[in-house]
Nanobody, 114 residues
């Protein structure tokens, strides 16, 4: 199982960014996917969840109405579409799934700053 995030970078407050997570090594369409983030000096926190076929999603209160988590099962990719970004969204963002055990990507840094 491999999860590879991409798309992080520096963005100004109020801006948008889309993260991607390319998955391999398992039948992607059978498993729910999640995004987490970890800010410096803080614990990793849950951000967003999507069911295996994408009919159900849920979000942390801190990102609800600003972030969405679409997925493309044909391309084995899950995304995190982020808008109206705030400085407090600065963190390393991780893709996650549970396939017999927890799997994490290597993370991608998102920095929101003017």
């Amino acid at each position: 199982v491999q999860l590879v995030e991409s798309g992080g970078g520096l963005v100004q407050p109020g801006g948008s960014l889309r993260l991607s997570c390319a998955a391999s090594g398992f039948t992607f369409s059978r498993y729910a996917m999640n995004w987490y983030r970890q800010a410096q000096g803080k614990e990793r926190e849950f951000i967003a969840h999507i069911t295996n076929v994408g009919y159900g999603t849920n979000y942390a209160e801190s990102v609800k109405d600003r972030f969405t988590i679409p997925r493309d099962n044909a391309d084995n990719t899950v995304y995190l579409q982020m808008s109206r970004l705030k400085p407090e969204d600065t963190a390393v963002y991780y893709c996650h799934t549970r396939y017999y055990r927890d799997y994490w990507g290597q993370g991608t840094q998102v920095t929101v700053s003017s």
